[in-house]
Each structure stands twice: as C-alpha cells, then as structure tokens.
C-alpha cells in the first residue's frame, strides 16, 4: 500500500523548536506498525503555514499525488493539521475520498459511522473557534508590547537606520546609517525649494548612482515621498500608522488580486501608537512643512481637483481632451453622423478580443455631417475653427505622421557607413530647420517612404 504522511506547523518558531519533527516521527511509526510502504517522496511538509489557507506547498503536492492516483492511504495526526475551517476541511476530504485515498487521524480516528461525522463537524468548528481565539489573543498580546515600548512595527527598518542584530526587535537597539541619513536630510531640504517636485528630485538622486531603499538604481516619485511622509524620522517610532484592506482593483493579469498583498489605507494620527524613541534626522518644524508641501500638490493633482471626466472619472487624459476639442456642438449646433464605426486594426490588450469593449470611430468630412438641432454655444465658430487649426499644426509633429527622417536617409551619400547614417540625417534635420516637421523637398513632393531597413541597405 502506498501511504503518504502530511504534517503542519503555523509559525516558523514552531519549526525551529521541531515540533513538526514530533509529528513526522509519529506518522512514520503508525505507518511501520501498519506494515505500510511510505517513500520519502511522500512525505509532505508546512512549515511556518496557518491551517485558515489550502494554499501551502507541501498540501498542493499531497492533492497533486493524490489526483494523479499516486496514493492508497493519507495518514495526518489531527483534523486541524490538515485544515482549521470546517468547510475546509470536508473539501480536501472530499476530494481524496473521490479519489480514492481515505484519510486516517492519529488522535482522533474516524469512520463513515454518522456519530463520527457528526463528531468530526464538531471538532472542525472548535478548531476554527481555536483558530480565531488564537489570532485575537496574539492581536491583543501584541498591541499591549507596543504601547509598552517593547517592540518595533517593522521588521525592516526605514531608510537611514540599522536594527541591532542580537534584538532587531528592540526600539533601543535602532541606530543610524551615516550615509543614508545624509541622503534622508538631503530630500527633506531640497524637496522645500520652490521649484522642487518629487520627480526632479528623484532624477537627481538617480543620476548620482544612489541606491534606492530596496538596494535598486532606479528612484521614483512615489520612493521619495514615502520617505518624506514617515515621521520615523523626526525621532517617534508610531504603530497602526496604516491598515490593509481588500483591494478593488487587479494590478496584474498574472497575479490574483489582492497579491502580493492587499492595499494599505492611512490612518489618522489620533489612531497612532507611539512605541519608542529612535535617533532624529529631520526636526518636527521641517517636517511639518514637508507635509504642508505635499498636501498643497496634492490639492493640484487632477484627481483631487474635484473635476470629473465626462465619464465621471476623476483621472483625464489627452484622448478626453481632444474629443471635448473637436466636438462642434459646443458652437452651438449640434450634427449627426460626424464619424463612422469599423473593426479595429490592432489590439489594445492582451485581456480583451480586438474589438472590445468598442470598435474604432473614423471621422467623416464636414460636407458629410447632417446638421440635427441649435443649442445654447459655449464658444464662437471663430475660436472652434482656430482650436482647430492648431490641433491639426500639431498633429504634423507626432512621430506617426513624421517623414522628412525617411527623405532625408534616402538623400544621404551611399559611401556613409549603416550605424553613421540615423545621426547624419537628424544633424540634416536642425540644420535645415525640419526639426520633427513633415519635411517636403522645394520644388517637388516628397517620395514614397521605404522602410528604415531598406535604407540602410
């Protein structure tokens, strides 16, 4: 008989004190008394994992060997091992019992006999009750370190500080990294400049070669401001400053949501604990000032305006723009069949069928449109038809409707070398004052362009 064994354990110190190694050597006894065959392949191990998830590798490859027909027998030494929610738990028993590979408990054997399903309906709801009086007391256990000063919130200090290795844990133990510091004081003083953003600060630090908090070259603007946001550095170490919640939106095709992990929402102030006192960097009158800073931007961003796409949206874009633009009904007359729908080309997302959600408007011309109704105008027809001319001059420079480059490679010697010609003809272009412009030679239409490989050959 082929037997395979499944032990747990929810937190690593529980690993470290070789509890599992307790319940791995019981399993392997019952399993040699029983005369049973147990390969070492099967041997199936958590630890440092909560029974209130299915998503633990040591359980995914138990379903795995069992759905593959790789097992007679699963031997576990309690139902919590195996799950801590009830529901859970007549799942997986479900599915090795469909698969069939019946599952034996050490301490507490059980048979199809209705008491015993009844008694096992129990025991899964008091391990579940365990389960929630365990997390409140460790909840409640913690917040009371906190607020007596005994434990840190993070195990990874803030840029700019160092945990003691023998108590990485101990406010007492937090010291100063002289560099990073400076760097630290540096944000703080530069960011209250008056022309000073978050971008530009970060392109500074990056064009320096400084390493970013997690060790990478590449700084953004979100990086600076969560360091001018944290009052670790004004000497106050403070707990519960943020909570996770659920978030709603999905960041990744390749990750579920709500991975790696949910979205953290700020707290108020007044809902702070304060743990302890560490070495200060900035005083609290800078960093106040910081946070005037950052909450007048803030006010500036268009999704804080208080002015809402014609959607409802909060968040504008160049593409909403341009229809508000280009839209004649703000003259005060309003048309129909200004464009006209087709099945579009390209495919904007890898999620979504081409064609989806929309298809592709074509605009039609001025003598096409049907003229359905006056309304109150906005603007004047003379400002309409001037936005007009100006949006269609700035349509020339965009790189898709560009082709004085592809002229201008075709004009150049052939004697050039293939990697010298795109430089001489962009030194062709500011010479003869192109720039991006549609370049069209005096005296004749510009030729077909050829495609850039065909040029350089």
Not at 16 to 43: C, D, S
Not at 128 to 153: C, Q
Request: glycine residues 8%.
């Amino acid at each position: 008989m082929r037997v395979a064994i499944s032990c747990r354990v929810s937190t690593t110190r529980q690993a470290q004190q070789q509890t599992i190694e307790q319940q791995r050597e019981r399993l392997i006894a019952r399993a040699h008394e029983q005369g049973w065959a147990l390969h070492e392949g099967h041997v199936f191990r958590d630890e440092g994992y909560s029974g209130s998830v299915l998503a633990r590798p040591g359980l995914d490859h138990l379903r795995d060997a069992a759905r593959n027909r790789e097992l007679d027998r699963i031997i576990v030494t309690a139902p919590d091992r195996l799950a801590r929610n009830y529901v859970q738990q007549m799942v997986l028993l479900e599915e090795f019992a469909h698969a069939g590979c019946p599952v034996d408990f050490l301490d507490r054997p059980m048979s199809d006999d209705p008491h015993d399903q009844l008694l096992l309906q129990i025991r899964g709801a008091v391990a579940e009750y365990e389960r929630t009086l365990i997390a409140e007391r460790m909840r409640r256990g913690r917040l009371s370190t906190l607020r007596a000063g005994l434990l840190l919130p993070w195990t990874r200090p803030p840029y700019g500080y160092r945990l003691a290795p023998e108590r990485p844990r101990d406010p007492t133990g937090v010291t100063l990294a002289p560099d990073e510091a400076a760097v630290v004081a540096e944000v703080f003083a530069r960011y209250l400049e008056p022309t000073m953003s978050l971008a530009q600060r970060a392109k500074a630090l990056q064009r320096r070669a400084i390493p970013t908090p997690s060790g990478k070259q590449r700084w953004s603007g979100p990086t600076i401001r969560g360091i001018l946001g944290n009052p670790t550095y004004t000497g106050q170490v403070y707990a519960q400053r943020t909570r996770y919640r659920e978030p709603q939106i999905r960041r990744s095709a390749t990750h579920a949501r709500g991975r790696p992990h949910g979205t953290a929402t700020p707290q108020p102030p007044d809902t702070w604990i304060a743990v302890g006192a560490v070495p200060a960097i900035v005083t609290q009158a800078r960093f106040d000032r910081v946070q005037a800073k950052l909450a007048q931007n803030r006010s500036f961003s268009p999704r804080n305006n208080g002015i809402v796409t014609p959607n409802g949206n909060a968040r504008w874009n160049s593409a909403t723009v341009r229809g508000i633009l280009t839209n004649p009904s703000y003259t005060g007359q309003v048309y129909a069949g200004r464009s006209q729908a087709r099945v579009p080309r390209g495919r904007h997302s890898a999620l979504r069928p081409t064609g989806r959600p929309s298809t592709t408007q074509v605009p039609l011309p001025r003598e096409e449109w049907i003229a359905v109704a006056a309304i109150s105008a906005l603007i004047s027809p003379a400002q309409f038809e001037q936005v007009q001319a100006k949006l269609a001059q700035n349509q020339q420079f965009a790189r898709r409707n560009n082709t004085a480059r592809d002229y201008l490679l075709r004009a150049l010697p052939d004697g050039l070398h293939r990697a010298e010609r795109p430089q001489a003809a962009l030194r062709l272009l500011r010479v003869s004052g192109q720039g991006t412009r549609r370049g069209v030679p005096p005296g004749g239409a510009l030729p077909r362009p050829l495609h850039p490989r065909a040029i350089a050959r």
